[in-house]
């Protein structure tokens, strides 16, 4: 089992930045693709970026793609979510999610592939 515990959000103006991290415990962690989604207001959970295992490989929605960057440290448990050239459509609760995997390089991005979410953190982002 992994619990995984955000932390980062907070208030930013347009154009700023913000990093998300995403610590996670329990065991095997190399044994999880990682994933970021967001819920807007209003609007159903969405897809963000993802990571493989051994962040050799990774994903991103269109809609952060040039602006966010996800990254993994493997000896510390934790992911990454590198969010640049915020915008006020970014605003949202972002989660962190886990998915077990036998692929190295494979990554995910339905929410119903991830089995462990994080809580969120709130990212708001003021024009």
């Known amino acids: 089992q992994v619990q995984l515990v955000e932390s980062g959000g907070g208030l930013v103006q347009a154009g700023g930045s913000l990093r998300l991290s995403c610590a996670a415990s329990?065991?095997?962690?190399?044994?999880?693709?990682m994933g970021w989604f967001r819920q807007r207001p209003g609007k159903e959970r969405e897809f963000v970026a993802a990571i493989s295992r051994s962040g050799g490989s990774t994903y991103y929605a269109d809609s952060v793609k040039g602006r966010f960057t996800i990254s993994r440290d493997n000896a510390k448990n934790t992911v990454l979510l590198q969010m640049n050239s915020l915008k006020p459509e970014d605003t949202a609760v972002y989660y962190c999610a886990a998915a077990f995997t036998v692929s190295g390089n494979s990554v995910y991005t339905s929410n119903e592939r991830y089995t462990y979410w994080g809580q969120g953190t709130q990212v708001t982002v003021s024009s």
């Open positions: 329990g065991r095997a962690f190399t044994s999880y693709a």
